[in-house]
């Protein structure tokens, strides 16, 4: 069964919504971003939020001892990568991590070059997502999902996912996890009841 991620928590109540509906995983922003939210911020959502539900840190170029900060004081449990982080970057922050600390690297997709080039990285899973210029985060647009490789494997799909598309999108590209951000929102604030839905909608698509 896919897997859902809820981004851009940034307050109590986002998270007494997910503890409520139960995604499998949330994301919290550290990079410029209006759903950005800081070390602190993220710390007390974490003591709040259902130990079940794993939580990602986004990143975009970021300070890699910031984010094994984060790791290590169990703000975050996983990385999710969404700038130009290269191979030395990776290995860089993989050798100040535990073994089990999973990395997820973002895929701004044009062509199928982007998405071929990306599997050379040594990380757990990419993350397909549309190329927005001069956008480093998610631009809540779809891209052309026919570029995607029958082969590619177990990723994480994004890109202008919400309650009306998603039930296709799943059946027919089968990606191990959906990132849904602003297609939970309303008015720039996530939305209980889309979220109910959309998660209603994954758990229920074969």
Aim: glycine residues 6%; negative net charge.
């Amino acid at each position: 069964m896919t897997k859902i991620k809820i981004c851009g928590l940034k307050r109590k109540e986002d998270i007494e919504y997910v503890n409520e509906l139960k995604p499998d995983y949330i994301g919290f922003v550290f990079a410029n971003s209006k759903r950005k939210v800081d070390k602190d911020t993220a710390k007390e959502l974490k003591k709040l939020l259902d130990n079940d539900i794993m939580s990602v840190g986004v990143f975009v170029d970021e300070d890699i001892d910031f984010v094994a900060e984060l790791v290590k004081d169990k703000v975050i449990d996983v990385i999710q990568l969404h700038g130009r982080e290269d191979e030395n970057y990776i290995s860089t922050l993989k050798a100040k991590l535990d073994d089990d600390t999973q990395i997820i690297k973002a895929v701004k997709v044009k062509s199928i070059e982007d998405i071929m080039n990306a599997k050379k990285f040594d990380v757990d899973y990419l993350l397909l997502d549309t190329y927005a210029e001069n956008v480093a985060g998610g631009s809540g647009k779809e891209f052309d999902k026919t570029l995607i490789p029958e082969d590619m494997g177990d990723y994480f799909l994004a890109g202008g996912l919400n309650e009306t598309n998603l039930e296709k999108t799943i059946a027919t590209y089968n990606p191990f996890a959906v990132d849904l951000s602003s297609g939970v929102e309303t008015d720039g604030v996530k939305d209980r009841d889309k979220i109910k839905r959309v998660i209603e909608i994954v758990k229920n698509t074969k």
